[in-house]
């Protein structure tokens, strides 16, 4: 099936809802066949538009649920794009690790600590005294992602904000973490 769904993405090509509905079902497949259709919408560097955007998020989110620890990285790469629905995809991506080794999980918060701080609405520019509309409104998209992640990876579902994260980061980063089957 996995095999079939790949090839039929070559034959589905601008036909966005049912890529969508494709690269979803190889996410929840899990298969090796399925992984490398995947991969190759998820970690492209450039997008033509934003359907190809939104094929993009699906095939990230349909990687994540592998789990792999090898994939990491390119998730921190998919959360620079410019556009915020492969941002958010690529951490709801890491969000999905929850399951994961503790240092896996723990990798996964040290890259979203850095990202939270990098798109982390601020005063820029030259003497500028506001913050872009444009980086606001990213914030209110990516910033519920981001703390779902982090309550999923860090496995505590009471903390809510941002700053409050922060807190937390500083004074268990250094801390050993455990896995599940260790408490």
């Not at 079902?25 to 939104?54: C, H, I, P, S, Y």
């Not at 620890?69 to 794009?81: H, L, R, T």
């Not at 990798?107 to 990098?118: G, S, T, W």
Request: glycine share 8%.
């Amino acid at each position: 099936l996995a095999i079939e769904l790949a090839d039929s993405i070559k034959a589905a090509k601008g036909n966005y809802g049912t890529l969508n509905t494709v690269v979803e079902a190889l996410g929840e497949l899990r298969t090796k066949e399925g992984l490398k259709a995947l991969k190759k919408l998820a970690f492209q560097k450039k997008t033509k538009d934003a359907q190809e955007e939104n094929l993009q998020g699906y095939a990230l989110v349909g990687v994540g649920k592998f789990g792999d620890p090898k994939d990491v990285a390119a998730f921190e790469e998919a959360s620079k794009s410019d556009s915020t629905v492969v941002a958010k995809a690529a951490y709801e991506a890491l969000g999905l690790y929850g399951p994961a080794k503790a240092k896996v999980r723990k990798q996964c918060v040290e890259l979203l600590m850095k990202r939270l701080d990098m798109e982390y609405p601020s005063y820029g520019g030259q003497g500028g005294k506001t913050v872009s509309a444009e980086k606001q409104a990213r914030w209110a998209e990516v910033s519920p992602v981001m703390v779902n992640a982090m309550k999923s990876l860090c496995r505590e579902a009471t903390i809510n904000d941002i700053d409050n994260w922060r807190e937390w980061w500083k004074e268990n980063k250094k801390k050993p973490w455990k896995d599940e089957d260790e408490s």
